[in-house]
């Protein structure tokens, strides 16, 4: 009899425990620009978003809500508001937006948009259970050059490589020749150390 006292009462001490564990859990997909949130009592929502634009990405992982601030101004954009913000890496944020038009494709400099009703609802989600965040995929667009399996090297002559100049029509100028394929730009990702070399 003790010993299934003591263990109810080992039971009941983990409760509280359990409870304090149940977090929102924040799906963000970037290929398809959505939120997937799915709260502690067994709701879930599902709402376009807006990440980052070509060359301001949004950074992908795992996360936690670091703070939460109800009315932000970015210090990076302008004093740009941030409503209902909810950061989870540095100066990244999930945040509403006057944008709504917007969407549904990438448009911000790197945080995750939501509409005002949402980033209201989501805010007082997090602020009364906390938050496990993971945002996973591209987003379209996102300037990422990937290479076809069934593209052939292409060798170019000399002459492909020259500007062709017709005498009396300066303003058309051709170059590279049509068909060549300049290399890919990359960008360092937004928290990545930049190094200055100078000669």
């Given at each position: ?16 425990s ?15 620009q ?22 301001f990405r ?14 932000h ?6 004093d ?7 950061f989870?890496?540095g100066g990244y ?6 944008s ?5 494709r990438?448009?911000?400099h790197?945080?995750i948009?939501?509409?005002p009703?949402?980033?209201a ?8 259970h906390?938050?496990?965040?993971a945002?996973?995929?591209n987003?379209?667009?996102?300037g ?12 170019m002559?000399q002459?492909?490589?020259?500007a062709?100049?017709?005498p ?14 300049d ?7 937004p ?9």
């Amino acid at each position: 009899m003790r010993r299934a006292l003591a263990l109810v009462s080992f039971a009941l001490a983990l409760l509280p425990s359990v409870a304090a564990s149940a977090r929102v859990s924040i799906r963000v997909d970037l290929a398809s620009q959505t939120m997937r949130v799915e709260t502690p009592g067994g709701g879930a929502y599902q709402w376009p978003v807006s990440s980052g634009k070509k060359g301001f990405r949004t950074p992908t992982g795992q996360y936690g809500a670091q703070r939460l601030a109800r009315m932000h101004y970015s210090s990076k954009y302008d004093d740009a508001p941030m409503p209902h913000s909810i950061f989870f890496r540095g100066g990244y944020a999930i945040h509403a937006t006057s944008s709504v038009a917007m969407l549904g494709r990438p448009a911000s400099h790197g945080c995750i948009r939501l509409s005002p009703a949402n980033a209201a609802l989501l805010f007082s989600l997090v602020k009364q259970h906390g938050a496990r965040i993971a945002i996973s995929g591209n987003a379209p667009g996102d300037g990422r050059a990937y290479a076809s399996r069934r593209a052939k090297a292409r060798v170019m002559a000399q002459d492909d490589m020259s500007a062709t100049v017709r005498p009396g029509n300066e303003q058309r100028v051709r170059y590279p020749a049509p068909g060549f394929i300049d290399a890919p730009r990359a960008s360092p990702a937004p928290d990545a150390p930049v190094f200055w070399y100078y000669r």
